[in-house]
Every structure is written in structure tokens, then in C-alpha cells.
């Protein structure tokens, strides 16, 4: 029996679906109750095909009445539950999939060749305990530590969550930048409560209970958001953390030797569902950061989130480091990943590892890295239109592939007037509103930023950061960015 057809057995048989309609439909499970609602979720992106069948029939049983919670009626427009469909998997109808970055708005130049989509991953991670990486499986690196043995998915945008209290066991959940923007509501004012650890990965508070992991919102402590007293929030949860390790039989922090790609690493292998929260503990950080490095000289020890139950560290000076990240790109699915790519610690925070564009791993990091941030970057402009702010045009960001590898890069029209434009690494200056056609001016958006400085400003509190623009350079100043459009730095 295929996997699908075991889903389809065990949900028909679910009690809760009587005299509902189920049916199969590729990976997805479509179901229509008694009562006319529907849903649909893929399961598989949610329990590991290799788990022990009773513990897949159970966590499925879980899906299925979150599932039923959470099911609506059919709409027309697809905003009732687009949210819900990014964060949890599950799907109503009218809920309709992001499209991919278009590298075709990025008018073509000299400067970049064919367009290729970036990909768009979301959300959550799967995985199954005790096993090492290897290529040739299914589904590759999402076989590590599966977090689903013992909890559910976790569940954002519940209509009724479980209440979070003052004796709800509260701990940091690390993810990247577009999950928590899933759920920011501008006119409610609320969100999960989260903090910044790096320009693209986030840190926020979870409730930890036995069948699910509960995101904390703000509504949920009566606060207003933005109003975090982080040092007391998160430095108590980052303790519950290792407490919560202890309890699960572990004397500490466990890092378990895997290998990548052939490249030796050392993975977070507790606490189970929390393997990544550990990226915002930078006390511990520190410590395995000069524990692992007997001559600094040697080599510097990389950080990479890659999905929530995977933290890996591996060394900067492993000559299979492409193998490495390869192997990321090929087998873990987009609904598994965080960001993975590779941080150093500093005294101050996180830095993201970019090495020299000689490096042999520089070219699938800049892959990944130019995918990665266009997904986030199109879901942070998803949520600023929905804000009840007037930001003029919100531009987003694309796909360049050039001879050196994949960049980010963004555009800006004279006919636009005003708006704001994500962090990207090449901005095109299009001016369609000329009488002949024009060229457009294309160059790194840091040097622009150098040549119009009164062009840009940066926007207070958004994350990533955003440059608010208005207006248009004039023939000089575009003069001058065209001089300045091969410089590298």
C-alpha cells in the first residue's frame, strides 16, 4: 500500500469523519464534512513516512481534528485562510500558493541573463530520530530527529488555540523572517511575539504542550505589539529551554556527528522539536564556538539553521563545504526549511558567512541565499500590503543569475513616485515614462544608495530593513549612477 493510500485507509476510518466525504488527491487529503465545510492538508509534509505506524495513524488522527477546527466554508476571494494554508499546510478553498519571485519585472541587461524563478519555501520541519544524512533518500534530510514522535505541528493561526497562561511552559522557537510575518495583523495590532537574531532569522516564544507547539502572541500576555521586554521574556524562556532538556533525559547540550555531502558536521540533536531553538541561546553559542576551536587559527565553526530540527555546525575550511550545502539544497523540501544558510558568532550577535566570490562554496550560497531572501522578502511585502499604512509602491525582490552566481535585485520606475524597496544587492533605475525607450541604470543598491543618498531612507522599525524611496534621479545623478555601475563595493 502506497503511503497516500495508508493516509486515505486510516482517515475513512477516523471517527470524527463520519459521513464525511475523503478522498485523495495527489499528496494532498481532501475532505468535506456533514456539515458542508471542507479542508485539505498534505500530511506527509507533517509526519515522517518512516515513522512507526501507530505514531503515524495518531499524528494523522491529531491532523485531522485541527484540521476539523480550523475548517471553513468555501470563499471566493482566498484571504479567509491564505494564512493558515503558508503556516500550517492545511488548505480551504479559495487558498491559492505563492507564486515564485518573476525575475522577468527586473528589466533585462548586460548585467543578467536569462531569468530563473526562485524557489519558495515555507514554514515548518519534519524529520525522524537518530539518522544520518544520505542523498539517495526520499526525503533526505527532513529522515533527522523527527520532532512529530512526540508533538504535532505546531499550529499558528488556530481559530481556538489552547490557552497560553502564567504556568504554560514557555520556550524560544528560532525561524525565518517570513513565518512570523504570517502572523502580523496591522489593524489588530498584534502578532507572534518575536525578536530579530539576524537580518532573516527570528526568534519567537512558543507554549510548549503535549500534543502541540502553540505560538505566543502578544494578545496572549496583554500586550501591545512591539511592546517586548525581551531581556525578561526570552532569557526565561531560553532557560526553560535547557530545562526542558534535562527533563527529556538529556545531561546537556547533545551534538550528534553527521555527515553532509560527505563533509563532517555536528548537529543539535535535543530537545525533540526544539533542536533549532538552540541558534538563539548565544551563551551557549559562544561556548561550543570556543570549545570547538583549540587554535582559533584552525578553522571558524558555521552555524547553519537549516530546518527546525536541524542546527548543524560545520567548518569553514572543509573542502567538501559545497557538498555540504548542495546536499541541503537538494533534500530539504521547502516547507521544512528556516534559512540554511552558514553564521559565525560574534560578540554582538549572528553574522552571516559570505565568503569571497573565489570560494568554492560561493556559488551555491549565493543560490540559496538569493532564493531564501526573495522568498522572505515577497512575504514581507504580502504583509506590508495588508498594513492599514499607505507605503506607496511596495516593491519586492528578484532572481538575477549572473557569471558569478544568483544575486537579489530590485527596480524602481519613475512613474512610481513613492515607496519602499527591500535590502537587495543590485537596484535597476527604469525610466518608463521617457518618450524613447531608455536603458535602465543597473547597479549595486548599496552604491546607489552612496550616489542618491537623498534618494533612500531607511525605514524604522521593519525587518529586513526596507529603504523608503520618492521620486526619480535626474539626468546628472543618473548620469553618475551609470559611471558607478561597475563597482563592486
Request: glycine share 6%.
Amino acid at each position: 500500500m502506497t503511503a497516500m493510500g495508508w493516509a486515505l485507509q486510516v482517515a475513512s476510518a477516523n471517527p470524527e469523519l463520519r459521513d464525511a466525504v475523503v478522498d485523495a488527491n495527489g499528496e494532498w487529503l481532501d475532505i468535506l464534512l456533514a456539515d458542508g465545510r471542507t479542508f485539505r492538508f498534505r500530511p506527509f509534509e507533517m509526519i515522517s513516512e518512516d515513522a512507526p505506524e501507530p505514531v503515524r495513524a495518531r499524528l494523522l488522527d491529531q491532523l485531522i481534528h485541527i484540521g476539523i477546527t480550523k475548517a471553513t466554508t468555501g470563499t471566493s476571494d482566498g484571504n479567509s485562510s491564505a494564512t493558515n494554508t503558508a503556516a500550517t499546510g492545511f488548505e480551504t478553498p479559495g487558498d491559492h500558493p505563492a507564486k515564485p519571485a518573476d525575475s522577468s519585472a527586473f528589466p533585462p541587461t548586460a548585467a543578467s541573463t536569462s531569468a530563473h524563478p526562485a524557489t519558495t519555501p515555507t514554514g515548518n520541519a519534519s524529520g525522524n530520530a537518530g539518522r544520518t544524512a544520505s542523498s539517495g533518500t526520499k526525503r533526505g534530510l527532513s529522515g533527522f530527529f523527527s520532532s512529530l514522535f512526540n508533538h504535532a505541528p505546531e499550529q499558528p493561526q488556530l481559530e481556538t488555540p489552547p490557552e497560553v497562561g502564567p504556568d504554560s511552559t514557555i520556550v524560544p522557537i528560532v525561524r525565518a523572517a517570513d513565518y512570523f510575518f504570517r502572523s502580523d495583523d496591522g489593524r489588530a495590532n498584534d502578532s507572534i511575539v518575536y525578536i530579530p537574531l539576524t537580518n532573516f532569522v527570528g526568534a519567537g516564544l512558543a507554549a510548549d504542550t503535549p500534543d502541540m507547539i502553540v505560538p505566543v502572541f502578544f494578545s496572549d500576555l496583554n500586550l501591545e505589539r512591539g511592546e517586548i521586554p525581551a531581556a525578561e521574556l526570552f532569557g526565561k524562556a531560553i532557560q526553560t529551554l535547557r530545562t526542558l532538556n534535562l527533563e527529556q533525559g538529556h545531561k546537556g547540550v547533545e551534538l550528534q556527528p553527521v555527515t553532509v555531502g560527505g563533509a563532517s558536521a555536528v548537529v543539535f540533536a535535543s530537545p525533540a522539536a526544539y533542536q533549532s531553538s538552540w541558534f538563539a541561546d548565544m551563551d551557549i553559542i559562544q561556548r561550543i564556538t570556543t570549545a570547538t576551536q583549540a587554535n582559533p587559527s584552525d578553522f571558524t565553526p558555521l552555524f547553519v539553521p537549516a530546518t527546525r530540527t536541524s542546527l548543524f555546525i560545520v567548518q569553514d575550511n572543509d573542502p567538501l563545504l559545497p557538498s555540504f550545502f548542495q546536499a541541503l539544497a537538494r533534500n530539504i523540501t521547502p516547507e521544512e526549511a528556516v534559512y540554511p544558510l552558514p553564521h559565525t558568532a560574534a560578540a554582538d550577535g549572528w553574522r552571516e558567512w559570505i565568503p569571497l566570490p573565489d570560494h568554492p562554496a560561493a556559488r551555491i550560497l549565493s543560490s540559496l541565499r538569493a532564493d531564501f531572501r526573495t522568498r522572505i522578502y515577497a512575504a514581507q511585502a504580502r504583509t506590508l500590503r495588508d498594513w492599514p499604512t499607505d507605503f506607496g509602491a511596495i516593491e519586492e525582490a528578484s532572481v538575477e543569475h549572473l557569471t558569478t552566481g544568483a544575486v537579489t535585485a530590485t527596480r524602481w520606475r519613475r512613474s512610481l513616485g513613492y515607496g519602499t524597496l527591500p535590502d537587495a544587492e543590485f537596484i535597476a533605475f527604469w525610466d518608463d515614462v521617457a518618450a524613447a525607450p531608455t536603458e535602465p541604470v543597473v547597479l549595486r543598491f548599496s552604491v546607489a544608495r552612496e550616489v542618491w543618498p537623498e534618494g533612500f531612507q531607511e525605514m524604522d522599525g521593519i525587518w529586513p530593513r526596507r529603504f523608503a524611496v520618492t521620486g526619480f534621479p535626474d539626468a546628472d545623478t543618473l548620469r553618475r549612477l551609470r559611471e558607478q555601475a561597475g563597482r563592486a563595493f
